[in-house]
T-cell receptor, first 114, second 113 residues
Framework: NAGVTQTPKFRVLKTGQSMTLLCAQDMNHEYMYWYRQDPGMGLRLIHY???????AKGEVPDGYNVSRLKKQNFLLGLESAAPSQTSVYFCASSPRLAGGMPQYFGPGTRLLVL | QQQVKQSPQSLIVQKGGISIINCAYENTAFDYFPWYQQFPGKGPALLIAIRPDVSEKKEGRFTISFNKSAKQFSLHIMDSQPGDSATYFCAASITSGTYKYIFGTGTRLKVLA
């Protein structure tokens, strides 16, 4: 099993450009999440999904959109990139388990917006 | 109320020593507390997790201590090794609610050889 994979690994954008980050998981997990990681800020939740076709806003959703058309994929879109969106983006997935829901993270996408 | 406060921000420990990282929370509805380990350039990986019905959980050299009344939990790394040098994050979640984690801001651990 590949676990959680993210595409691309690294990207440079100019302000105003758009892009889509792809997350795929092969563990048949119900839940998927997008985080951004910035120095000193920890991991902050952007959007999440509790099942195919459903999405919800997290802590820092502004400037991002998401879609989950297939259970195994969760896409994060930036319609008009801004320098403040320079960050490392992590996708995670989680099974629904009684007693706790461990999240499994992908390797990250490093995004630089100039 | 949704914050998880983590300390220290960075920690330097000699090889063989004990590393201790602390987290505090306010929301008493949290009922799942995982710790994640992250190496440079990698995604976080689940290390160990605890629920509030136990006061301690041990897995190898890693132990979580949980103090429900103080709303605090900590990670202890016994016999710390240079390979443990990484950033550690605590988190809290409500398992019957929105399934979201609230993460601490991380502790950068360096274990000196």
């Amino acid at each position: 099993n590949a676990g959680v994979t993210q595409t691309p690994k690294f990207r440079v954008l100019k302000t105003g450009q758009s892009m889509t980050l792809l997350c795929a998981q092969d563990m048949n997990h119900e839940y998927m999440y997008w985080y951004r990681q910035d120095p000193g800020m920890g991991l902050r939740l952007i959007h999440y999904s509790v099942g195919e076709g459903t999405t919800a806003k997290g802590e820092v959703p502004d400037g991002y959109n998401v879609s989950r058309l297939k259970k195994q994929n969760f896409l994060l879109g930036l319609e008009s990139a801004a320098p403040s969106q320079t960050s490392v983006y992590f996708c995670a997935s989680s099974p629904r388990l009684a007693g706790g829901m461990p999240q499994y993270f992908g390797p990250g996408t490093r995004l630089l917006v100039l | 109320q949704q914050q998880v406060k983590q300390s220290p921000q960075s920690l330097i420990v000699q090889k063989g020593g004990i590393s201790i990282i602390n987290c505090a929370y306010e929301n008493t509805a949290f009922d799942y507390f995982p710790w994640y380990q992250q190496f440079p350039g990698k995604g976080p990986a689940l290390l160990i997790a605890i629920r509030p019905d136990v006061s301690e959980k041990k897995e190898g050299r890693f132990t979580i201590s949980f103090n429900k009344s103080a709303k605090q939990f900590s990670l202890h790394i016994m016999d710390s090794q240079p390979g443990d040098s990484a950033t550690y994050f605590c988190a809290a979640s409500i398992t019957s609610g929105t399934y979201k984690y609230i993460f601490g801001t991380g502790t950068r651990l360096k274990v000196l050889a």
